[in-house]
């Protein structure tokens, strides 16, 4: 799986999702994501509850978030959680604590237990 | 004379000492504040092993306790390990018979009534509480989304608690605890007013003070608020906002309602025993702790 196709379905679960639309409906936010290896560099873009996602960079991030290319892919795919990569360093968070959470959080809810 | 500590990630300015009677042995209690530094905390810990007879974690919680499942949080481990003598304890052993006997007597004694509105601004660190609430009538609003991750999302059910804090607890309990949970300075910051309309809707208010003081309206008119570890000056605060009832799931000793930390510490020391051993139960009921009910306005 490419690092965009795990967005994208990542993208799907929290849009299809009617309790973690709610929980987004007034989270606006734009995050950047580099990959630490490949310099590649995708988006994700919440806006009133929808989540966008997209390769390339993304004006005015909110946030960036970086980690190998291989990390950020596990992650957004459910194969991963970020504490591990968080707690030892591997994946660096730009931006404010909340946001960061809050994307926890969701990964959590769509792919907890 | 038997002596415990509480040794708390909360700001210094609440330290205090006293004394406390339970089972007719008087117990010497103090409470150190290490303003949300863990290292600091450890090496308190450290110097205080086996020197004192038990020693209390505040401002953090080692256990949540979710119907059957148990989640540790991984720092409050980490302090709990510092000591290799003394027992290290977090409250949990007596924090649902307490809070659970509370609310059910709050009910018995028409206090509050069901179908009144009750706000919990945090229930996985109460899931007893939450669930008498529910249990008894009481439609529930958990703020634990809202008020530690600020994620304007309600928690309607016990049901639902469950289901979050299997899916979140198990990871989240991994993250540095000053991500979950304001210690230090961060205790006495302003919240959001976006969220004052839960304390609106709601009342009753019940859970962790810090929060509560955290994030309150500047009118409680009327309300009942359901809580402990407050002080003097608390107890005034809440009064000005116009409360109707202070309740403190922890006796109040010189006008301080402590925390469950402290109540269980300082109970392992006047008994010898800890919270798993088979005889615990029948020890913390025949202490006769019982939280305080104070009416604060006539509203």
């Not at chain 1, 990959?35 to 009133?48: C, E």
């Not at chain 2, 953090?60 to 991984?74: A, G, K, M, N, P």
């Not at chain 2, 509480?129 to 008020?147: C, H, K, N, R, T």
């Not at chain 2, 010189?254 to 025993?273: C, D, H």
């Amino acid at each position: 799986m490419t690092l965009m196709e795990a967005l994208q379905q990542f993208v799907n679960e929290c849009n299809k999702n009617a309790r973690l639309r709610e929980m987004n409906r007034d989270w606006s936010r734009r995050i950047q994501l580099e990959s630490a290896d490949t310099k590649s560099l995708h988006w994700l873009v919440s806006d009133k509850g929808e989540v966008e996602a997209g390769s390339g960079a993304v004006d005015n991030p909110d946030m960036l978030i970086e980690a190998p290319e291989g990390t950020l892919t596990a992650i957004f795919s459910g194969q991963m959680t970020p504490t591990e990569p968080y707690n030892n360093g591997d994946l660096l968070v730009h931006g404010q604590q909340d946001d960061m959470m809050r994307l926890d959080i969701l990964t959590l809810l769509i792919w907890g237990e | 004379m038997k002596s415990i500590v509480s040794v708390s990630l909360g700001s210094r300015q609440r330290d205090n000492q006293g004394e406390l009677t339970l089972l007719g042995e008087t117990v010497q209690v103090s409470r150190r504040g290490t303003n949300g530094d863990m290292a600091q905390a450890v090496k308190l810990i450290q110097s205080l092993d086996g020197k004192v007879d038990a020693i209390g974690l505040g401002g953090i919680d080692r256990f949540l306790v979710v119907r059957q499942h148990r989640y540790e949080i991984r720092d409050a481990r980490l302090l709990a390990e510092a000591a290799q003598v003394t027992p290290v304890v977090d409250g949990s052993g007596i924090k649902d018979t307490m809070e659970r006997r509370i609310i059910q007597r709050l009910h018995n004694e028409k206090l509050i009534h069901p179908g009144q509105q009750v706000l919990m601004v945090s229930a996985m660190d109460r899931f007893g509480m939450a669930e008498s609430f529910e249990q008894l009538g009481y439609p529930l609003v958990a703020g634990d989304l809202i008020f530690a991750s600020r994620i304007n999302y309600p928690i309607r059910s016990a049901d639902e608690l469950e289901e979050l804090a299997r899916k979140l607890l198990p990871e989240l309990a991994k993250m540095p605890f000053d991500q979950l949970y304001p210690v230090g300075d961060a205790q006495t910051q302003a919240g959001d007013p976006r969220y004052h309309r839960y304390f609106d809707e709601a009342d009753i208010i019940a859970g962790d003070f810090h929060y509560i003081h955290r994030y309150m309206p500047p009118s409680l008119n009327g309300k009942v608020v359901i809580t402990n570890t407050t002080t003097r000056q608390d107890v005034e605060l809440l009064k000005e906002r116009g409360v109707r009832l202070l309740v403190t799931t922890t006796p109040v000793l010189n006008g301080r309602s402590y925390g469950t930390n402290v109540i269980e510490a300082a109970l392992i020391a006047a008994s010898g025993l800890t919270a798993d051993d088979s005889r615990w139960a029948a020890v913390v009921e025949a202490t006769g702790l019982e939280g305080s009910i104070v009416p604060l306005t006539s509203s």
